[in-house]
């Protein structure tokens, strides 16, 4: 792999989205069954200011940037995705976005935060306190995934979710970017979101644990919301330094349980599922930085 850059995207409606170290692309199937390709500069902050590529500070960055690219990609793919008569409009899509962020909040930082709150005054332990916050967060966690992988549109989604990946593990093994070839490749990555949000949940343990027992829940929940760069850039370098070193076994251990949670969030994808993954990472393959396979 030339350059060094590590290559990596998300599933969307119908489709995938790429990035590399300056575009982005989303590539999606059309009704049509036509594949439309959206390829775009990124404007990242990193390449402004040099002091947001240092440990700690890069995960945060890169945290928030993934997300608006992802809600930007999801947004493009819903309305690719269907028939004209039928796209949604911005007020729509938005609202759609703010009602799952507020659902993401309430289930995963108010209610575990909440439960165990009212559970310490039998648990006076802070460090015992925040264990169970986390196991109470990492069950919801499993409990929300399982459930929504019932859906078929979801269904669909993680098809996409497994193509990004055999894609992403193929042009990594130096193969050529062929549905017949891909498809020789595992659904699950290291790098994977579904990993690191594993991660960010057992870090928050112990970094939700120094902060001790407070009485008042509206500041236990203020603060896991205000510490969450913190986590994310702890989990970020955590995150990257095991999928570097896979060939340790201490960072084969640890990315284990990621590997397994992907087996919830990844789906076995068709050909045509494949091609419309490769044709995302193709359109980021930049000339003279890496070549097409």
């Known amino acids: ?37 959206d390829r775009r500069q990124i404007n990242s902050a990193v390449q402004k200011y040099s002091f947001l590529k240092w440990p700690g500070v890069r995960g945060v960055v890169a945290l928030f940037e993934s997300l608006i690219l992802g809600l930007e990609a999801l947004s493009y793919s819903a309305n690719q995705a269907v028939d004209e008569k039928e796209e949604l409009t911005k007020r729509e899509i938005a609202v759609t976005i703010l009602i799952a962020l ?32 986390g196991i109470i967060r990492i069950g919801v966690f499993l409990s929300y995934v399982a459930a929504i992988s019932r859906l078929k549109d979801i269904q669909r989604v993680f098809q996409y979710h497994g193509a990004e990946h055999k894609v992403i593990n193929a042009y990594e093994a130096g193969e050529p970017l062929e549905p017949q070839v891909v498809q020789r490749y595992s659904t699950l990555h290291p790098r994977c979101g579904t990993s690191f949000l594993l991660i960010v949940m057992v870090v928050s343990i112990f970094v939700f644990a120094a902060l001790g027992h407070n009485d008042d829940i509206l500041w236990r929940i203020l603060s896991r919301v205000l510490l969450l760069p913190v986590v994310a850039g702890l989990s970020y370098e955590l995150l990257k330094l095991s999928s570097r070193y896979t060939h340790n076994w201490l960072c084969r251990t640890a990315i284990a349980p990621g590997l397994w949670l992907q087996k919830l969030t990844t789906r076995e994808p068709d050909d045509s599922q494949v091609e419309v993954a490769i044709s995302a990472l193709k359109a980021v393959l930049e000339e003279g930085e890496d070549h097409v396979r």
């Open 102 to 133: 507020g659902l993401a909040v309430l289930l995963f930082v108010v209610l575990p935060t909440a439960f165990t709150h009212w559970a310490a005054s039998r648990i006076q332990n802070p460090f015992w306190n925040n264990v169970i916050e």
């Open 1 to 37: 792999m030339k350059g060094g850059f590590q290559y990596g995207g998300q599933a969307v409606i119908e489709g995938v989205m790429m990035r590399g170290p300056k575009t982005r692309s989303i590539a999606v199937r059309r009704p049509d069954n036509s594949i439309v390709i």
